[in-house]
């Protein structure tokens, strides 16, 4: 019940802070167009892939130290000593940026800062909730704004005046988090030995990342390429939809983590699959539910919500809905793999298929339609994962048998 009572609260900030966040971007799809939507989308993929880098995969392994035994102090040093140079490297690059297209600048600056964040500190002192309220602020903040501009004669609507509202609405959200973490920030220590241990055990799960980007970023720059950004306005108008999930796939690895890793160090099979058990009840069937319902009314609420000008995003659709559940999939393997196997082998496997895909999509020409790319992503990444949760369960099996003095 403790299980389903912090989900509860987890899942409903998140997604009544994305809903509104939603309905502000698709108020704010409608009145710029497809067009210019697909530029603040292309700032957006640019943003989150650099945003691979200052993370460097810190939120999910922060709970890996923790259960080594590491104390708080230590683990906030070892996240801020990548996530503090990498932002100041990233600054750097912002500069330089900004000296051909200054909106691309500040649109990186803006997109990157969130991944500054003390989410891990609230997983690790178990205060997810508190997280998950700060979420919903800043989400709020964000969608007040941009109704705000929409509906008012206070400016003309263009791409950096939403740029400029994410970067405010990142910055009150940072300080609101600092301000509860000032003692524990307090004595954080920028250590150049702790950067490299980082460094040396995340460089495979950031290669990782970077692998899986190609799915739902690399493959719109090409789409992009292909097909102009108009077209890339209409897709990601529609891949909106899947923030949703990923937001709430986000809340619910919070949960989840920490147990799984917990179980694995054990090496109790009951107990792993007790935790699996929960996570497809809880998470997995709530998405394929929503999943079917979407599909049936996919058409309905596609043209209501982004108008006609937007109905070649009615062809993606029913790909979007499969996608729903692969990507659950997708974050339950992610914290298999963070927590046990060869983080090479998770590597390998996801570039493995990543380049399958973006070979794929390079053969594509201006005559394969959204609904061609929409396919070989989804299909492609469904690969990927059911071949990682696969080899994963054949690790976990047999380490945990291995443990008990079962005969594998």
């Given at each position: 019940?403790?299980?389903?009572?912090s989900?509860?609260?987890?899942?409903?900030?998140?997604?009544?802070?994305?809903?509104?966040?939603?309905?502000?971007?698709?108020?704010?799809?409608?009145?710029?167009?497809?067009?210019?939507?697909?530029?603040?989308?292309?700032?957006?993929?640019?943003?989150?892939?650099?945003?691979?880098?200052?993370?460097?995969?810190?939120?999910?392994t922060?709970?890996?130290?923790?259960?080594?035994?590491?104390?708080?102090?230590?683990?906030?040093?070892?996240?801020?000593?990548?996530?503090?140079?990498?932002?100041?490297?990233?600054?750097?690059?912002?500069?330089?940026?900004?000296?051909?297209?200054?909106?691309?600048?500040?649109?990186?600056?803006?997109?990157?800062?969130?991944?500054?964040?003390?989410?891990?500190?609230?997983?690790?002192?178990?205060?997810?909730?508190?997280?998950s309220?700060?979420?919903?602020?800043?989400?709020?903040?964000?969608?007040?704004?941009?109704?705000?501009?929409?509906?008012?004669?206070w400016?003309?609507?263009?791409?950096?005046?939403?740029?400029?509202?994410?970067?405010?609405?990142?910055?009150?959200?940072?300080?609101?988090?600092?301000?509860?973490?000032?003692?524990?920030?307090?004595?954080?220590?920028?250590?150049?030995?702790?950067?490299?241990?980082?460094?040396?055990?995340?460089?495979?799960?950031?290669?990782?990342?970077?692998?899986?980007?190609?799915?739902?970023?690399?493959?719109?720059?090409?789409?992009?390429?292909?097909?102009?950004?108009?077209?890339?306005?209409?897709?990601?108008?529609?891949?909106?939809?899947?923030?949703?999930?990923?937001?709430?796939?986000?809340?619910?690895?919070?949960?989840?983590?920490?147990r799984?890793?917990t179980?694995?160090?054990?090496?109790?099979l009951?107990?792993?699959?007790?935790?699996?058990?929960?996570?497809?009840?809880?998470?997995?069937?709530?998405?394929?539910?929503?999943?079917?319902?979407?599909?049936?009314?996919?058409?309905?609420?596609?043209?209501?919500?982004?108008?006609?000008?937007?109905?070649?995003?009615?062809?993606?659709?029913?790909?979007?809905?499969?996608?729903?559940?692969?990507?659950?999939?997708?974050?339950?393997?992610?914290?298999?793999?963070?927590?046990?196997?060869?983080?090479?082998e998770y590597?390998?496997?996801?570039?493995?298929?990543?380049?399958?895909?973006v070979?794929?999509?390079?053969?594509?020409?201006?005559?394969?339609?959204?609904?061609?790319?929409?396919?070989?992503?989804?299909?492609?990444?469904?690969?990927?994962?059911?071949?990682?949760?696969?080899?994963?369960?054949?690790?976990?099996?047999?380490?945990?048998?291995?443990?008990?003095?079962?005969?594998?």
């Amino acid at each position: 019940m403790k299980t389903l009572s912090s989900l509860v609260v987890l899942t409903s900030n998140s997604l009544f802070g994305s809903g509104i966040s939603y309905a502000a971007t698709i108020l704010l799809a409608r009145e710029i167009g497809p067009e210019k939507f697909g530029e603040y989308s292309y700032i957006l993929l640019l943003g989150a892939l650099i945003t691979i880098f200052v993370n460097y995969s810190t939120d999910t392994t922060a709970s890996v130290q923790f259960s080594r035994g590491y104390n708080l102090k230590r683990v906030v040093s070892s996240v801020y000593s990548v996530r503090a140079i990498a932002f100041l490297v990233l600054l750097l690059v912002a500069i330089v940026v900004s000296l051909s297209d200054w909106v691309i600048g500040i649109g990186l600056i803006a997109v990157t800062l969130p991944a500054l964040n003390t989410g891990f500190i609230f997983e690790l002192q178990s205060r997810n909730n508190i997280y998950s309220v700060i979420f919903l602020a800043e989400r709020t903040i964000f969608a007040f704004l941009i109704v705000f501009i929409l509906f008012t004669d206070w400016m003309v609507v263009d791409v950096i005046e939403v740029i400029l509202i994410l970067l405010i609405s990142s910055v009150i959200s940072l300080s609101i988090q600092y301000r509860l973490h000032y003692q524990v920030l307090g004595k954080v220590r920028i250590k150049l030995d702790l950067l490299m241990q980082v460094v040396k055990e995340n460089t495979f799960l950031v290669l990782t990342s970077i692998a899986t980007f190609g799915y739902g970023g690399l493959s719109r720059l090409i789409l992009e390429n292909n097909l102009g950004k108009e077209q890339l306005g209409i897709y990601s108008a529609v891949w909106q939809l899947i923030m949703l999930i990923t937001i709430f796939s986000a809340q619910v690895s919070k949960i989840w983590r920490i147990r799984f890793a917990t179980a694995l160090s054990e090496k109790k099979l009951t107990a792993v699959v007790s935790q699996l058990r929960d996570y497809v009840l809880y998470s997995s069937f709530p998405i394929c539910i929503f999943s079917i319902i979407f599909f049936i009314m996919s058409e309905n609420i596609i043209l209501v919500l982004f108008g006609e000008q937007y109905r070649n995003a009615v062809y993606v659709a029913p790909w979007v809905c499969i996608y729903f559940l692969v990507i659950n999939l997708d974050s339950l393997s992610a914290i298999l793999w963070t927590n046990s196997g060869s983080r090479k082998e998770y590597f390998l496997i996801t570039i493995t298929w990543s380049i399958t895909l973006v070979f794929v999509l390079l053969s594509m020409s201006e005559k394969y339609t959204l609904h061609d790319y929409a396919a070989a992503v989804v299909l492609t990444h469904f690969l990927s994962v059911m071949t990682l949760l696969a080899r994963q369960v054949n690790v976990v099996v047999t380490t945990c048998r291995a443990n008990s003095g079962v005969a594998v």
